[in-house]
């Protein structure tokens, strides 16, 4: 079982930074993707910015230039730098990775979340 803490949520104002970081913990042999997705009140989840371990990232159109996505895969960490937020940023942040565990079986794990809140 792999499991999967969030910090660094917070309340900011529009034009902030914000920091997450998310550190995976468990069976874990290897892991491909991690990444982050969001939803706001009354919407759906949604990808956010993903990386694979190679380095390849994958972010929403609306946050393109604004967040940055990196690993620390010695750590099994992923980070997600935010900057000049948006209330339209506002919502729960999921942590979200997959790979093989070490009884070399695929896994999948969500975070439990953090709350941004972007006050305009």
């Known amino acids: 079982q792999v499991q999967l803490v969030e910090s660094g949520g917070g309340l900011v104002q529009s034009g902030e930074s914000l920091r997450l970081s998310c550190v995976a913990s468990g069976s874990i042999l290897s892991i491909n993707v991690m990444g982050w997705y969001r939803q706001a009140p009354g919407k759906q989840r949604e990808l956010v910015a993903v990386?694979?371990?190679?380095?390849?990232?994958n972010y929403a159109d609306s946050v393109k230039g604004r967040f940055a996505i990196s690993r620390d895969n010695a750590k099994n960490t992923v980070y997600l730098q935010m900057n000049s937020l948006k209330s339209e940023d506002t919502g729960v942040y999921y942590c979200n990775t997959n790979g093989i565990s070490r009884l070399n079986k695929p896994f999948a794990s969500w975070g439990q979340g953090t709350q941004v809140t972007v006050s305009s």
């Open positions: 990386m694979s371990s190679g380095g390849s990232t």
